[in-house]
Nanobody
Framework: QVQLVESGGGLVQSGGSLRLSCLASGSIFGLNVMRWFRQAPGRERELVAG???????NYGDSVKGRFTISRDNGKNTVYLQMNSLKPEDTAVYYC???????????WGQGTQVTVSS
């Protein structure tokens, strides 16, 4: 199993910044794609950003140019730098990890991000 622990959420004013961290532990051999998702009340969970083991990244349209995903393989940690935050970014942010061997999909417990206007 893989355990994922997110941190760094909180309350920030519109236009501010936060950096989320996700620490992976346990059976991390074969971890490849790491992703951040978010879910706001009454809405479906949506992809925010993803990063492969080689560093290739992709972003949801609503965060392109404002958020940056990165990973430190030596520290088994993936980061999400969030700049120019908007009230509509308010959500619970979840870390997700995909592993090449089964079981292959893991989720963290989530961290709340609240952006005030």
């Amino acid at each position: 199993q893989v355990q994922l622990v997110e941190s760094g959420g909180g309350l920030v004013q519109s236009g501010g910044s936060l950096r989320l961290s996700c620490l992976a532990s346990g059976s991390i051999f074969g971890l490849n794609v790491m992703r951040w998702f978010r879910q706001a009340p009454g809405r479906e969970r949506e992809l925010v950003a993803g990063i492969s083991s080689s560093g290739a990244t992709n972003y949801g349209d609503s965060v392109k140019g404002r958020f940056t995903i990165s990973r430190d393989n030596g520290k088994n940690t993936v980061y999400l730098q969030m700049n120019s935050l908007k009230p509509e970014d308010t959500a619970v942010y979840y870390c997700n990890a995909h592993r090449l061997i089964s079981p292959s999909n893991f989720w963290g417990q989530g961290t709340q991000v609240t952006v005030s206007s």
